[in-house]
């Protein structure tokens, strides 16, 4: 069955860095993205990428911070993270297979994406 473990999460400070990592098995690695969701809060996108096309989705809130990447062993996605801020403080998700591509991807949607790890808290202060 399909199996995704996210890693990486912790503790940082402010302006800190912190990469998360997502293990997959039995995914297609075509659609593969980062969600996350604060207390209170709906889960949002974050980072999406669609390797057959290189399509990549970044929400606005981390463009210039964040960056999605997928191992060349093709079986884990990696967030690296950047310039950390408090609001950037959630459990993060990794997701992976989407029925319609890359337009799945670009949508930053969760409702795309049909499989799920159990998450990975990030915390900022």
């Known amino acids: 069955h399909v199996q995704l473990v996210e890693s990486g999460g912790g503790s940082v400070q402010v302006g800190g860095s912190l990469r998360l990592s997502c293990a997959f098995y039995?995914?297609?690695?075509?659609?593969l993205g980062w969600f996350r969701q604060a207390p209170g809060k709906a889960r949002e996108g974050v980072a999406a990428?669609?390797?057959?096309?290189?399509?990549?989705f970044l929400h606005d809130s981390v463009k210039d911070r964040f960056t999605i990447s997928l191992s060349g062993a093709k079986n884990t996605v990696f967030l690296h993270m950047t310039g950390l801020k408090i609001e950037d403080a959630a459990i993060y998700y990794c997701?992976?297979?989407?029925?319609?591509?890359?337009?799945?991807?670009?949508?930053?949607?969760?409702?795309?994406?049909?499989?799920w790890g159990p998450g990975t808290q990030v915390t900022v202060s």
């Open positions: 990428i669609y390797t057959a096309g290189g399509n990549v």
């Open positions: 039995r995914v297609n690695s075509y659609c």
């Open positions: 997701a992976a297979n989407c029925r319609r591509g890359y337009r799945a991807v670009l949508s930053g949607r969760e409702a795309e994406f049909d499989d």
